[in-house]
């Protein structure tokens, strides 16, 4: 072989091995890039169920979202621990998508959410298919100086199925809040239809609950402002729930009672359109 030979062979092998090498880096970089979950760890209740990874097609904005898969029922998110002051108020915003969540045996608050690990505190659940919507989560802080922010795919609740990308996530430091005028909803539900034990119950509010409830809450307004001298008022919205209450949630100490994920899909759509302090429920469960 002549040396022109030899070295067109070795500018050609020279050539494919610097080709090969690219290949090589742009596969560790992709890999490296869709496995970054920039302090996020990951976590599910069957392991090794639910696909964890930073989607670079499906996303909010020029950063890769973070995405949960969960062929099969499974409670799976990423969480970072963040601190935070004692006793502050706290909101979490981010941007979530979904596609074909499902909750297990149909359950309320499950689904793709914020949530805090290792407590109940959560914001409103999705389901179903959805395209980017913001969600938020507004908690205090309490006793604690740390939390384990979640962006989760099922529930303290149940497990979910499906898929869901979270993005732009933030974390903002609110101030205690010192206004006097209150905002009250009451969400009356005229009729109770569930099967407990194999026993179907059905209750129904009458008019004179009705009247009673109605009462009340006037009452109640009254003494706000009265007993704190003119420092309060309360403000209470009326909405009577047509839709009856097909679920009660159970405690071994106290019984069955209404829990927020029973009554949540009824009231969604009017709590997220409106900015109250404080819901009551107020539902029939004896005879």
């Known amino acids: 072989m002549t040396k022109t030979a ?8 020279y050539v494919i091995t610097i080709i090969i090498l690219c290949i090589l880096l742009v596969y560790a970089y992709n ?11 990951k976590s599910e209740a069957n ?20 995405e949960i898969i969960s062929p099969d029922y499974n409670d799976a998110m990423f969480y970072k621990t963040i601190n935070v002051e004692k006793n502050q108020p706290y909101k979490i915003t981010c941007m979530v998508k979904t596609e074909d969540v ?26 179903g298919t959805s395209d980017w919507q913001k969600i938020e989560l507004i908690f205090n802080s309490k006793n ?3 939390i384990n922010i979640g962006f989760r795919l099922g529930g303290n609740l149940g497990k979910a199925k499906g898929k869901a990308w979270f993005s732009n996530f933030k974390l903002e430091e609110g101030t205690l809040e010192n206004n006097s005028d209150w905002k009250f909803a009451c969400f009356i539900f005229k009729n109770t239809d569930v099967n407990l034990n194999g026993n179907e119950i059905k209750l ?16 109640f307004e009254n003494s706000c402002y009265t007993l704190s001298e003119g420092k309060m008022t ?4 009326i ?36 900015d109250y302090d404080h819901i009551f429920v107020v539902v029939r469960l004896r005879r």
């Open 31 to 41: 890999y490296y890039q869709s496995n970054n979950f920039n302090d996020f760890v």
């Open 102 to 127: 499902e909750a297990e045996d149909n359950i309320s608050g499950v689904g793709a959410h914020i949530s805090i690990e290792g407590s109940t505190e959560r914001s409103v659940a999705i389901q």
């Open 47 to 66: 392991l090794y169920k639910s696909q964890f990874k930073r989607d670079n097609t499906v996303k909010y904005n020029d950063n890769r979202s973070y």
């Open 144 to 146: 604690r100086d740390t």
């Open 239 to 274: 909405y009577e729930i047509d839709t009856p209450i097909t679920e009660l949630s159970y405690d071994e100490e106290f019984g069955y009672y209404v829990s927020p994920e029973n009554v949540e899909k009824q009231i969604k759509d009017i709590v997220e359109r409106n």
């Open 234 to 237: 309360a403000n209470c919205e």
């Open 6 to 13: 030899k070295s067109i062979i070795g500018k050609i092998l």
């Open 204 to 219: 129904e509010v009458t008019n004179n609950d009705m009247d009673d409830i109605k009462n009340t809450l006037e009452r």
